[in-house]
């Protein structure tokens, strides 16, 4: 299940979400942006309510249940997704399930309320009367028809029994009406029986597919379509299918992510083992599940068919079979505030197993969970850093490496594509690379500033660590003559005592005194400061290593109308306006 949203509306109920966010396991707390620092802000509870409902997470509210009925209110017409909604009251007096009764809502509102030692708002009578919802199977199981299900229900509540056929112990503690000679039965199967119309069928996720290689399917069909066919040939439910296993030298091969998008499932992979004999039987999609499925199991196989399924007694635990593709992802952060993260980046988070990147920036990235492994490093090591992410990811794990501001400006993700360029090892080439932009010191400076980025800019890392400072001069020189608006980063620091004043000489030459200058240092962090100044009056002093440094053009201008803020721009015209 996703991990649960957990809105507040003020610091007074920030304690209480902390203790349901600690139970639930990658879940964040979402805050009134005005009133209460959180890890999301939001800024109107209404338009934050029916935006996470529409995409189907999972609400805890701690505010009345009148308020989050009104805001989803419009969207309940559409019957599409129904995540759980619960309304908890601030002081944990009560939790009252709303909406999503077939997405666990109660279930939900029984753990919170073990967890705060009340008793949950229950209001379902199937639920009421059997202790728990026939029609929501725990994890690893799915209800076949829904609609046939609530027939099922109402049946029982009006006093029939049923019969229960297959292994259904999470019922063990449920008090259903049982009866042997019952004319209704609950089935737990992985195949479409030919049970009684009123059965309930709940099928088992038991069921892996192994696929030989690619090149095995018959052309004109996907291997989805095989899949599925081969699923019909064997009377096995669509809904029974539990992941697609395929051969480790196959895991960069687009037809198989194909396929497991398409049917909705995971996909792993293995090594398939080497087989004794040169039997037909011994065809890659059988060894494969005879190295990595630990657990007894059927195979059915139509003999020629590219798939194989086996069959388990139980649901079989994903997670263990094979490995997965592993994923890296190198993201930005932006300037160090939550609202200047973009949302990829933030789910890139969530998902992530392994989090690495230099202290500073995985601190600003954070909080995780306990699952979540953290790597931190020093700033300097960032091929090594870029290895390390390279070698979990190709192991299966999700690796997100953490730059500041956008990755790619002058930040990891070049470190990342370097690494991969010059290893030449085929498994990190098949490891699933993303990298997501994030907003850059320049452009959040700028922001604050109003618009110095208005017209043609450059922008220019002042560090000599990684090249010469030759190299330095002669592009400052010529963005400077080509009348760039330029941003600076890396301007300054320690080891680099003399750099700056040097190379604000060279501007000069080419560059009026009054030319405007802004001076943004840890903009969107604690404390954070914007300046705007001009070059004849910018000493060096003013600027350390967390400031960002743009130099505006002849056009860049600034304005104050009566005596409030001052508004840096450079026009978007040339020249003539
Ligand atoms: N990838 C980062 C830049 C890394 S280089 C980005 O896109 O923003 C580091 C330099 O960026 C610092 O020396 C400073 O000049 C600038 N910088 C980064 N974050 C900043 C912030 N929050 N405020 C001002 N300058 C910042």
């Not at 909406?99 to 209001?123: K, S």
């Not at 990755?407 to 490891?431: D, I, K, Q």
Request: net charge negative; glycine share 8%.
């Amino acid at each position: 299940m996703t991990s649960p949203a957990i809105v507040i509306l003020g610091a007074s109920a920030l304690a209480l979400a902390r203790r349901v966010q600690a139970r639930y396991p990658g879940s964040q707390v979402h805050g009134l942006a005005e009133r209460v620092e959180a890890d999301v802000r939001y800024t109107e509870l209404g338009v934050h309510l029916r935006e996470l409902y529409a995409r189907g997470t999972p609400i805890v509210a701690l505010c009345a249940a009148g308020i989050v009925i009104r805001c989803v209110a419009p969207l309940l017409a559409n019957k599409g997704v129904e995540p759980p909604v619960l309304a908890l009251a601030e002081d944990g007096s009560a939790v009252v399930p709303l909406l999503g009764g077939l997405a666990g809502v109660n279930a939900m509102a029984r753990e919170i309320a073990t967890m705060l030692d009340i008793a949950p708002a229950i209001t379902t009578s199937g639920e009421l009367r059997f202790g728990t919802c026939v029609l929501n199977p725990p994890h690893g199981y799915a209800l076949a028809d829904l609609a046939q299900g609530k027939r099922f229900v109402s049946d029982l509540l009006a006093g029939e029994a049923t019969r229960i056929e297959g292994n259904a112990s999470w019922l063990d503690d449920a008090s259903l009406p049982r009866a042997q000679s019952a004319r209704l039965a609950i089935r737990v199967t992985p195949f479409i029986t030919v049970g009684g119309p009123d059965d309930l069928l709940i099928h088992p996720r038991s069921v892996v597919a192994a696929v030989g290689t690619a090149s095995d399917v018959a052309a004109g069909a996907t291997i989805a379509e095989h899949i599925v066919s081969a699923l019909e040939a064997h009377k096995l439910a669509r809904s029974s299918l539990a992941m697609l296993l395929a051969p480790l030298d196959r895991i960069g091969d687009a037809a198989f992510a194909d396929a497991a998008r398409t049917l909705d499932v995971p996909l792993r992979f293995a090594e398939p083992g080497t087989s004794g004999s040169t039997d037909e039987s011994e065809e890659i999609h059988h060894r494969l599940l005879a190295t990595a499925l630990h657990v007894p199991h059927d195979v059915l196989h139509h003999s020629g068919s590219p798939i194989a399924l086996a069959v388990a007694a139980a649901p079989v635990d994903t997670a263990h079979i094979g490995q997965a593709r592993g994923r890296l992802t190198v993201i930005g952060i932006g300037p160090g505030c939550a609202e200047l993260m973009v949302p990829a980046a933030r789910d890139a988070l969530a998902e992530a197993t392994d989090i690495l990147g230099y202290a500073t920036y995985v601190k600003m990235a954070g909080p995780f969970r306990d699952d979540q492994q953290v790597h931190r490093s020093d700033n300097r090591e960032e091929l090594q850093r870029a290895r390390h992410a390279f070698e979990l990811a190709s192991a299966g794990r999700a690796a997100v490496v953490v730059s500041s501001g956008d990755p790619g400006v002058f930040a990891m993700a070049a470190a990342v594509l370097e690494a991969l360029e010059t290893s030449g090892n085929p498994r990190w080439a098949a490891v699933e690379l993303n990298i997501v932009p994030g907003v850059s010191a320049a452009m959040a400076t700028a922001a604050q500033a109003g618009a110095p980025l208005g017209h043609d800019f450059c922008m220019l890392s002042l560090s000599d660590n990684l090249k010469p400072w030759s190299i330095i001069e002669a592009r400052l020189r010529h963005a400077a003559e080509a009348d760039l608006v330029m941003a600076f980063y890396n301007p300054t620091s320690h080891a680099r005592p003399w750099q700056l004043d040097r190379a604000l000489d060279i501007v000069r030459a080419y560059r009026a005194p009054a030319t405007r200058v802004v001076l943004g240092r840890d903009i969107g962090r604690p404390g954070g400061a914007l300046t705007t100044t001009t070059l004849g009056k910018l000493r060096a002093s003013d600027v350390d290593m967390r400031t960002m440094v743009i130099v505006g053009s002849s056009t860049t201008r600034g304005f104050a109308r009566d005596g409030e803020r001052e508004w840096v721009y450079t026009p978007r015209w040339y020249g003539q306006p």
